[in-house]
Structure formats: C-alpha cells, structure tokens
C-alpha cells in the first residue's frame, strides 16, 4: 500500500425510503427552533408541506433558489434570516437549492439540514460556486458543508427522465475525476468506484421506468457516493472545462457535465492506466470513455454543445480559458489538443 491521507469530512447521512419522515427529528436533535426551509419555485409545493410538517420549529419558506447562486437572491434570503431571527436552514432540492443553503450558511454560520432530490452531489462538499457581476467564483470552506442530509429515495421518483440522466452522469463525473485525483486516496477511490457502478447499472433502467424503486434507490446511494468523493479529491480538466463552458456562454450544468465527460476521460486516459482499469471493470467494457458515451445516449442525454447552446465561435475562446489559468491534470495541457476535445464535444462526435 502507498503512503496516503484522507481527511474525512464531518456529516451525519441518513439513507432509505421515507427518511424524509425523520425531518423533525433532525432538526430537533441540531437543537434548531426556528428554521427556514429553502427550495427553487417549481418546488414551492414540496417546501410548503415539508415546513408543515416541521410545525412550531419553522419560521417560513424561501424558493428563490436559483442556478449557479446568484449573490442578490442569497442578500434577499439573509434579509428573512435577519427578520425571523432563523436558527437553521432545511434545503430540500438540486444542487441549486443547496447552493443557497450553503451560501446563507457561509454568511451566517447556521446550521444545515440537506434533502437532495437530484444526484448533482453538492450537499457531501464544502465547495460552494456563487455568481456575482457575471462571474462565477468557487470556494471551499468547511462552513458551508451541510451537518446533516437526509437523502428519501422516494423524493427522487418525480426526477424527470432528462435530467435523472444528466444528472447521474454528473455524479459519475465527480466519481471519475476522483479516481484519478492529484490527491486521491484509497477509501475515495472505493468510493468512487462503488459510486461510478452504481448509477451505471442504474440509470439506463431509470430511463425506461422512472418509477423503479430499486434503480432510484441505487442511482441515490451512487449520488451520495460520488458527491462524498467530489468533497475529498481534487479536481481536473474535466471539472474545469465543465466550469469555463457553463460560465461563459451559460450553458445549463449536468447536460454539460454529460456531453464532455467521455471526451475528457479520453484525453487523460493514456496517463491513468490505473483507474482506467478500474473504471472499465466497473464499467463491464475495455473501453471507459466510449462506455461513457454509450451510457449517455441510453439515458438520452444531450451528446452536443452545439444543441445546448454553444456557439461554434466559442470553442477557440473555450480552449484559450482552459489553458490561461494553469491547474493540475494528470495529462499535460495542450492547447491543439484541447481545442480539438471541445470540438468533437460540440460536434456530439464519439471521443477521439
Ligand atoms: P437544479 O438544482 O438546478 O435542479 C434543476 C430543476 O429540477 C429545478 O427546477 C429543480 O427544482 C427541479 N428538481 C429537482 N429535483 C426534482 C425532483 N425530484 N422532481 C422534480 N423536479 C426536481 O439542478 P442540479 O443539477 O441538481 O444542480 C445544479 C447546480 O448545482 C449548479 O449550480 C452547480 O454548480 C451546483 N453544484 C454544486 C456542487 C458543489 O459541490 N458546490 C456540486 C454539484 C453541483
């Protein structure tokens, strides 16, 4: 065994069916008497039966919750915090709803309780991305990470077939990246590869039945999985492209996770004989980014930038911006080589 460290992160996880039941009981135990349950518009419903099921020990609702964290949604939900003197926030939702959460945590270091109903990950890191001016930034800081998440498998049964597919591939993402990770480890890359086997076997089952129990089950565990491996591995070029293309053209976020994925996998494959082979026995396939390919179209995910849209004209812009701020990548970066990955991507073409 190689010499390694692992930093385990501090969260308390609850996972089953109908776990979201146990909601009161979580926030009781954080000692929380007056939390405010934050959600997006289209799951105002959903938080207004949650905060009447927590009673006397919620103070209101917020469903502002936006893509990528814009920081005036968060000031208009500090400004509730500050009214209603809220001791804790329940956020029950996607990656975004999280992400609010997070950011009024990091403003006001109050407690978190997590009820994801997608498979983005973000509620197993202290990562949080915030957009201000156009720009968006992310952090790490152990302050945003959530104390508690409840994940109900249940709650993941209305996933749209789109982006339960999109979504998972996300998750597989982290898991990916993981494996190959800088700092990488060996609990993280059972985790990852627990995780990347997981939703594999689950989501193409999802796309056909969206009701079935046992594969939303899986594809949640998975989630869980590969957002704890996103939490405690660095990340590299397919993270970073995913971020350069989603910030300057806004492009939506697990449909871009799914398209470059493959593509990226390819380019680092020739330096990571390692967990390339670990990917494809997980992956039952001698070729983990075709694989990956394969996978999206089962799901009926996105294959191409341009169909999401990405200019044609920004693929060079694309290339130029991975390559200004130098970061780690187990394969060295190359310009021509990058410019030429977006292009297939964009193209919706098999990995090269
Ligand atoms: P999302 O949270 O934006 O959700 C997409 C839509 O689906 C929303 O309208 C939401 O209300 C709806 N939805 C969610 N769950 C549903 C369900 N079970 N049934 C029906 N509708 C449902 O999408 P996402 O992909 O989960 O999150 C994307 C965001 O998360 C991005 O901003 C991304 O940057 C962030 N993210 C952050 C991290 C991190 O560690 N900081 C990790 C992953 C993603």
């Keep these: 065994m190689e010499p390694f460290v692992y930093e385990a992160l501090p969260a308390r996880v609850v996972f089953g069916h109908g776990t979201v039941g146990q909601l009161p009981d979580e926030v009781a135990r954080l000692g929380c008497a007056r939390t405010l349950l934050v959600a997006t518009p289209q799951q105002a419903q959903e938080a207004e039966h949650f905060a009447a099921m927590l009673g006397g020990r919620c103070v209101g609702t917020f469903v502002q919750a936006t893509m990528h964290t814009p920081v005036e ?85 209305t996933l749209p077939k789109g982006l339960s597919g999109t979504s998972g591939l996300n998750a597989i993402a982290h898991a990916v990246e993981g494996l190959y990770a800088r700092d990488t480890n060996p609990i993280i890359s059972l985790m990852a590869e627990e995780g990347i086997g997981a939703l594999s076997r ?20 998975g989630a869980f999985l590969c957002g704890a491996v996103l939490g405690a591995a660095g990340m590299a070029l397919h993270h970073k492209l995913c971020h350069i293309l989603g910030g300057s053209f806004d492009l939506p976020h697990a449909e871009t996770h799914a398209i470059i994925l493959p593509h990226a996998l390819a380019y680092n494959a020739p330096a990571i004989p390692r967990p390339i082979a670990r990917m494809e026995r997980v992956l039952g396939t001698a070729n983990a980014p075709l694989r990956l390919y394969e996978l999206g179209r089962e799901v009926e995910a996105p294959r191409a930038l341009k169909d999401i849209g990405m200019p044609a004209a920004g693929i060079g812009v694309a290339a130029d911006l991975a390559m200004a701020n130098p970061y780690w990548n187990p394969a060295p970066l190359q310009r021509k080589e990058i410019e030429r990955l977006i292009e297939r991507a964009w193209e919706g073409l098999p990995p090269g």
């Design 73 to 157: 949604v968060t000031a208009r939900a500090m400004q509730v915090v500050a009214e209603r003197k809220v001791d804790g926030v329940v956020a029950v939702g996607g990656g975004s709803t999280t992400g609010l959460s997070k950011a009024i945590a990091l403003r006001s270091d109050l407690p978190q309780i997590i009820v994801p109903t997608t498979y983005a990950g973000s509620e197993m890191t202290p990562i949080l991305g915030e957009t201000a001016d156009g720009q968006k930034k992310t952090q790490r800081s152990l302050k945003v990470l959530p104390e508690v998440v409840i994940y109900d498998v249940d709650l993941t049964l």
């Design 202 to 221: 689950a989501l193409p089952t999802i796309a056909v039945d969206p009701l079935d129990q046992t594969a939303r089950s899986d594809a949640l565990y």
